[in-house]
Each structure stands twice: as C-alpha cells, then as structure tokens.
C-alpha cells in the first residue's frame, strides 16, 4: 500500500501564494517521476509540472514563471510554490507519483486532492 497525501491548499486572494505539499508514504522501494495535475469545476484534469527524481522539470506553458515544483527525496515529498495566483487557478490539485513497490513493480498512484480557490 502506498499513500500521497496532499495538504496546504486553501482560499488565497488573487496575486497571492500557496506552497503545496505531497508526501508519499507506505511499501515504497523507489520514487520515479513526481507530479501535480489540476482539475477545475466542468473542465479535464491537465498538467500543471512533473519533476524526476534527478530534478528535471517539466511545466505547463501556461504555468512557467508562475508555479515551481521541487521535491526531497529523502522525505519522499513534492512541493509546488504557486505565485502570482489568478482566479483561473481555482482548482483541485492532485499529486502524482511512479513508484516502485516493494514488489519492484511500478504503479502510478494518485492523491486525494486539495482544494484551491483564488477569489477575492
């Protein structure tokens, strides 16, 4: 069994930050590529940045310059700082994750997911 648990979403007035944060817990041998994936009310879940485990990032177009993924891997944690909030940002924000198990078979897990809302 393996858990993502998200936290630090919330309610953040438009221009403002929040720091997300997903920590990976259970029967893990190994963290491959660590993700967040964002869903907004009527619309597809899409990509907001994924990050390997030697940090390589990849981000949304739209997103660059905006949001910052990091992780640390000796917490089996990743984070994304969202600044310069706008309202279209308003969203559930999932984490993702590939992980090995101790089985040494890979499988993508998926938080629960944290709400944020951008509003004034």
């Known amino acids: 069994q393996v858990q993502l648990v998200e936290s630090g979403g919330g309610l953040v007035q438009p221009g403002g930050s929040l720091r997300l944060s997903c920590a990976a817990s259970?029967?893990?041998?190994?963290?491959?590529?660590m993700g967040w994936y964002r869903q907004a009310p009527g619309k597809q879940r899409e990509l907001v940045a994924t990050?390997?485990?030697?940090?390589?990032?990849n981000y949304a177009d739209s997103l660059k310059g905006r949001f910052t993924i990091s992780r640390d891997n000796a917490k089996n944690t990743v984070y994304l700082q969202m600044n310069s909030l706008k309202p279209e940002d308003t969203a559930v924000y999932y984490c993702?994750?590939?992980?090995?198990?101790?089985?040494?078979?890979?499988?993508?897990?998926w938080g629960q997911g944290t709400q944020v809302t951008v509003s004034s």
């Open positions: 993702n994750g590939d992980i090995q198990i101790w089985t040494l078979r890979r499988y993508d897990y």
């Open positions: 259970g029967s893990i041998f190994s963290i491959y590529a």
């Open positions: 990050i390997t485990n030697s940090g390589s990032t």
